[in-house]
T-cell receptor, first 113, second 112 residues
Framework: NAGVTQTPKFQVLKTGQSMTLQCAQDMNHNSMYWYRQDPGMGLRLIYYSASEGTTDKGEVPNGYNVSRLNKREFSLRLESAAPSQTSVYFCASSAWDTNYGYTFGSGTRLTVV | SQKIEQNSEALNIQEGKTATLTCNYT??????LQWYRQDPGRGPVFLLLIRENEKEKRKERLKVTFDTTLKQSLFHITASQPADSATYLCALVYYGNNRLAFGKGNQVVVIP
């Protein structure tokens, strides 16, 4: 019963490098989300996917791209990392039934130097 | 734009007492409101959901109220325990929009 699995857990990038954060859920949820969490800023939505085959921008999409590979997987790509993207990234998923809330992964701590 | 406000100061409370946290929002009322718990280095964990037409929800030692007139939700932890020490996040969803918007969270420290 893994829930939401994120990889990697930690990553250090140099400015300008690219990388993809992976997220997979095994709960048959329709919707998936990427958030970033910064001190004093709270959780902010980067991109979301309401269902397989659709993606939409959230509050802070600039510098990121996403792919909803299938119902289980939703990846976040940084094409050219910047120090401002240093953050903790959380993936989450939810079912149509909102009574159960979101299920979050354990996060990826990314540092861009 | 919509704002979700939680107290930035940590709440220090004696074990056994009731901890009360506040979540205030501006502008229009959400369809429903959720509360999450977050421990250091971990992702948020869903606790409770309360809908616009509900006044109060309970789950074990947790109680949430929702006042659309005051634009406020209160989150109570009764008989608090050191294991309740964490950051608690308020989150809102609006009609026609299934995305959660989060407050910045409020830390609770339960002192034995």
């Amino acid at each position: 019963n893994a829930g939401v699995t994120q990889t990697p857990k930690f990553q250090v990038l140099k400015t300008g490098q690219s990388m993809t954060l992976q997220c997979a859920q095994d709960m048959n949820h329709n919707s998936m989300y990427w958030y970033r969490q910064d001190p004093g800023m709270g959780l902010r939505l980067i991109y979301y996917s309401a269902s397989e085959g659709t993606t939409d921008k959230g509050e802070v999409p600039n510098g990121y791209n996403v792919s909803r590979l299938n119902k289980r997987e939703f990846s976040l790509r940084l094409e050219s990392a910047a120090p401002s993207q240093t953050s903790v990234y959380f993936c989450a998923s939810s079912a149509w039934d909102t009574n159960y809330g979101y299920t979050f992964g354990s996060g990826t701590r990314l540092t861009v130097v | 734009s919509q704002k979700i406000e939680q107290n930035s100061e940590a709440l220090n409370i004696q074990e056994g007492k009731t901890a009360t946290l506040t979540c205030n929002y501006t502008n229009y009322s959400p369809a429903y409101l959720q509360w999450y718990r977050q421990d250091p280095g971990r992702g948020p964990v869903f606790l409770l959901l309360i809908r616009e037409n509900e006044k109060e929800k309970r789950k074990e030692r947790l109680k949430v109220t929702f006042d659309t007139t005051l634009k406020q939700s209160l989150f109570h932890i009764t008989a608090s325990q050191p294991a309740d020490s964490a950051t608690y996040l308020c989150a809102l969803v609006y009609y026609g929009n299934n995305r959660l918007a989060f407050g910045k969270g409020n830390q609770v420290v339960v002192i034995p």
